[in-house]
């Protein structure tokens, strides 16, 4: 049975694409077979497990506007479990071109109906906006995984992306969840982190994950290589953090 998780949040610099890259590694590396989509006109998760953006023949692009099956858009990539659907900067005009499609939040769940029974995991990475693109990850979800920084304003728009979310849930996917709440740039040398982390357990519980993803070098120089930090630095802190970020995921799964 295949888990389907959207990383979002659409604050900038929080470590999404980062999550992104490293637990869909994880994963795969646990031997669990895992997609990952890239929905960001950035790419940066594409250029993350080392693709050149610019020379993809076929992208989430052409998926999402039938210009391709998804099975032509799939890449594999250098984990052996683990496959990526890319994107590049023709992204962001998809969602003027859908704006007229019928059903146009519902055109990535049915697109991935085609192959999601090829894979454990799919992970989907958001841009960092709540428009078109996210609605269409959220509805083809089972749940929502968000990356918060360790920082001073970390809770700020959440409620905005928390509506959207209810929203979604109530209008066009009811069995959508929040799968948990990760915290990352986490720097044990400062009080400010320690005290971010309690206030947002203490208002989210059990939601956040007992794994906290720290600031770490090998973690910010690996995208720099096209590797994940598990391919990179397998020793590093970072990686051994989204290794046990994979495991509690898969935890989650099998409760």
Avoid: W
Avoid at 98 to 123: A, H, M, S, T
Avoid at 175 to 192: A, C, P, S, V, Y
Avoid at 210 to 230: H, M, Q, W, Y
């Amino acid at each position: 049975m295949v888990k389907k998780i959207t990383i979002v949040n659409q604050k900038g610099g929080v470590g999404k694409t980062t999550t992104a890259v490293n637990l869909s590694a994880s994963l795969a590396v646990l031997g669990k077979k895992t997609l990952l989509i890239d929905t960001d006109p950035q790419g940066n998760a594409t250029s993350g497990l080392g693709f050149v953006k610019h020379e993809l023949k076929f992208t989430i692009y052409e998926v999402l506007t039938g210009q391709c099956d998804i099975e032509e858009a799939i890449l594999n990539t250098d984990i052996e479990d683990l496959h990526l659907i890319g994107a590049n900067v023709n992204l962001a005009g998809a969602t003027v071109e859908l704006v007229d499609v019928p059903d146009r939040e519902f055109i990535l769940k049915n697109k991935l109906r085609k192959v999601e029974d090829d894979y454990e995991y799919i992970l989907i990475d958001s841009p960092p906006s709540l428009g078109l693109i996210t609605i269409n990850n959220l509805v083809a979800s089972d749940s929502v995984l968000i990356p918060l920084q360790c920082e001073y304003y970390a809770l700020e728009g959440m409620s905005e992306l928390l509506d959207t979310i209810y929203l979604v849930q109530k209008n066009l996917n009811p069995h959508l969840k929040l799968e948990g709440i990760l915290m990352t740039m986490f720097d044990r040398r400062t009080n400010l982190s320690k005290q971010v982390v309690e206030e947002v357990r203490s208002y989210f519980g059990e939601k956040v994950y007992k794994t906290v993803i720290p600031r770490n070098v090998k973690l910010g120089e690996a995208p720099s290589f096209g590797k994940p930090v598990v391919l990179y630095a397998p020793s590093a802190s970072g990686a051994q953090a989204y290794l046990e970020l994979a495991k509690e995921v898969i935890a989650h799964g099998e409760e």
